[in-house]
């Protein structure tokens, strides 16, 4: 059975930096794709960081480019994301998804993680 679980979500000034991690159970995260996804109140979800399987290669929505950095240890099986220079907009759920390589959307989720920036 899959399960992704976050943590390391919270409250935090703008400015500030959090680090949200992600253990993964039923797939080996080297050998899928995996990312983070978030939705803001009354907004579509956003996808903005994606790692790439085998060489694990990462890419980015311009939202957080330069700020959040997305990686994985697989000797852990986790997944994480190093959030840095946070600001209000960045307000939202985060979840942990994965999927295999030939699929085009994510098929695992995990259960979300809030994240509050205050100005």
């Known amino acids: 059975q899959v399960r992704l679980v976050e943590s390391g979500g919270g409250s935090v000034q703008a400015g500030g930096s959090l680090r949200l991690s992600c253990a993964v159970s039923?797939?080996?995260?080297?050998?899928?794709?995996t990312g983070w996804i978030r939705q803001a109140p009354g907004k579509e979800r956003e996808e903005i960081a994606t790692?790439?399987?085998?060489?694990?290669?990462?890419s980015y929505a311009d939202s957080v480019k330069g700020r959040f950095t997305a990686s994985r240890d697989s000797a852990k099986n986790t997944v994480y994301l190093q959030m840095n220079n946070l600001k209000p907009e960045d307000t939202a759920i985060y979840y942990c998804?994965?999927?295999?390589?030939?699929?085009?959307?994510?098929?695992?989720w995990g259960q979300g993680t809030r994240v509050t920036v205050s100005s």
């Open positions: 998804v994965a999927r295999p390589s030939f699929r085009p959307d994510f098929s695992s």
């Open positions: 790692i790439t399987e085998h060489t694990g290669s990462t």
């Open positions: 039923g797939l080996v995260v080297s050998s899928v794709v």
